[in-house]
């Protein structure tokens, strides 16, 4: 549906590079990336407000890339929402439909349609500065909407909206998406793209490093940056050793870790999940297990219990449950030994790859 050749645009010292996407028809694609990579600057590119130094952009197969904002279907909601504050809600919804001339029975339609499918219907009267964040969040939508867009482009949708409204407007967007919107999410919360993408795109200095389902990104990230936001914390600059009838790999603090047997580089970045670490005081049974000694140098509880971090040289972050803390009853400075699988490491850069972001 949506597609970008190359984009490419200079603004001061900042440049967008070469960025190609495809977004499907009915697709919920998550642009990903920390404040200042990109991801605003693409969405105007993308629904008219700039222009690009090279490349095309095509909705529906169609070149757009230099048609006008209004000419395109393509509908943008703000970060910081723009509502006309001496507008009431439905003049603020009812406004795009009175500057393209549309009959007034046609927008009153229009309007009353779109509020009672944001339920905001007993809001039509009110003034931006009588509503909540979340309420705030939902005119903006309705009075994009309401223009019927081909393709959704949503701003940091979340930044304006209390923690406990979230899972509202998230629920509310997974909705709309189900009924055949087609939606484009610039976010720098990587919970967001796991609650609401089918595609996610990572964005770091004006590039998209990465891209693909969310599983497909998150469990095989492609560099340090991208499992930084998988919330992965154990990486290891190694160095890879070779012999008849083993893999190994040598951390830069010199500890060793066993690996599958396999054809590697001679140097890489290995990461390994914090829930495949296990935490012990005996080590685990196996032939091919890792058991590395350190100690327990800090613990902090988490959404599943506790993250311990574990001194061995280099640091290691393991995932733990209240139930095993509490069997367990592990403190700080105390000696254990953490294990996990061979097959638990897994390579996301080699040579010059794993030095970047």
């Given at each position: 549906?949506?597609?970008?050749?190359?984009?490419?645009?200079?603004?001061?010292?900042?440049?967008?590079?070469?960025?190609?996407?495809?977004?499907?028809?009915?697709?919920?694609?998550?642009?990903?990336?920390?404040?200042?990579?990109?991801?605003?600057?693409?969405?105007?590119?993308?629904?008219?407000?700039?222009?690009?130094?090279?490349?095309?952009?095509?909705?529906?197969?169609?070149?757009?890339?230099?048609?006008?904002?209004?000419?395109?279907?393509?509908?943008?909601?703000?970060?910081?929402?723009?509502?006309?504050?001496?507008?009431?809600?439905?003049?603020?919804?009812?406004?795009?439909?009175?500057?393209?001339?549309?009959?007034?029975?046609?927008?009153?339609?229009?309007?009353?349609?779109?509020?009672?499918?944001?339920?905001?219907?007993?809001?039509?009267?009110?003034?931006?500065?009588?509503?909540?964040?979340?309420?705030?969040?939902?005119?903006?939508?309705?009075?994009?909407?309401?223009?019927?867009?081909?393709?959704?482009?949503?701003?940091?949708?979340?930044?304006?909206?209390?923690?406990s409204l979230k899972d509202s407007i998230m629920r509310m967007l997974r909705r709309?998406?189900?009924?055949?919107?087609?939606?484009?999410?610039?976010?720098?919360?990587?919970?967001?793209?796991?609650?609401?993408?089918?595609?996610?795109?990572?964005?770091?200095?004006?590039?998209?490093?990465?891209?693909?389902?969310?599983?497909?990104?998150?469990?095989?990230?492609?560099?340090?940056?991208?499992?930084?936001?998988?919330?992965?914390?154990?990486?290891?600059?190694?160095?890879?050793?070779?012999?008849?009838?083993?893999?190994?790999?040598?951390?830069?603090?010199?500890?060793?870790?066993?690996?599958?047997?396999?054809?590697?580089?001679?140097?890489?970045?290995?990461?390994?999940?914090?829930?495949?670490?296990?935490?012990?005081?005996?080590?685990?049974?196996?032939?091919?297990?890792?058991?590395?000694?350190?100690?327990?140098?800090?613990?902090?509880?988490?959404?599943?219990?506790?993250?311990?971090?574990?001194?061995?040289?280099?640091?290691?972050?393991?995932?733990?449950?209240?139930?095993?803390?509490?069997?367990?009853?592990?403190?700080?400075?105390?000696?254990?030994?953490?294990?996990?699988?061979?097959?638990?490491?897994?390579?996301?850069?080699?040579?010059?790859?794993?030095?970047?972001?």
């Amino acid at each position: 549906m949506l597609r970008t050749e190359k984009l490419c645009k200079r603004l001061d010292t900042f440049l967008i590079q070469d960025i190609s996407l495809e977004v499907s028809a009915g697709a919920y694609y998550v642009l990903l990336g920390r404040s200042g990579a990109g991801k605003t600057q693409l969405l105007e590119l993308i629904c008219g407000l700039t222009t690009p130094d090279k490349g095309r952009i095509f909705l529906e197969g169609k070149d757009i890339t230099h048609k006008r904002v209004q000419n395109r279907g393509i509908g943008l909601v703000f970060q910081d929402l723009a509502l006309f504050p001496h507008f009431s809600v439905k003049d603020n919804i009812m406004y795009p439909l009175k500057v393209k001339k549309l009959p007034l029975k046609e927008r009153v339609e229009r309007v009353q349609r779109v509020a009672e499918e944001m339920n905001i219907a007993d809001l039509l009267l009110r003034k931006p500065e009588n509503l909540s964040g979340g309420e705030k969040q939902r005119v903006a939508l309705a009075r994009t909407l309401v223009t019927q867009p081909k393709i959704l482009l949503l701003d940091e949708p979340m930044a304006s909206v209390d923690a406990s409204l979230k899972d509202s407007i998230m629920r509310m967007l997974r909705r709309l998406n189900r009924n055949g919107q087609t939606i484009v999410h610039v976010t720098h919360d990587f919970s967001e793209a796991i609650s609401l993408a089918s595609r996610v795109g990572v964005m770091h200095n004006g590039q998209i490093i990465q891209e693909g389902t969310p599983d497909e990104v998150f469990t095989n990230p492609v560099n340090k940056f991208v499992a930084r936001y998988a919330g992965i914390k154990n990486f290891f600059r190694v160095i890879f050793v070779r012999s008849y009838n083993c893999c190994s790999c040598i951390t830069d603090n010199r500890i060793k870790f066993k690996l599958p047997k396999g054809d590697y580089p001679s140097s890489g970045l290995l990461i390994i999940p914090a829930s495949e670490v296990l935490l012990s005081r005996q080590g685990a049974a196996g032939v091919q297990i890792n058991n590395i000694h350190g100690v327990i140098e800090d613990i902090v509880p988490s959404p599943l219990g506790y993250e311990v971090t574990v001194n061995a040289g280099d640091h290691f972050f393991a995932d733990i449950t209240r139930r095993e803390m509490d069997e367990q009853k592990y403190v700080t400075g105390e000696p254990v030994i953490i294990s996990f699988r061979p097959e638990s490491l897994k390579l996301v850069g080699e040579g010059e790859e794993m030095n970047k972001y």
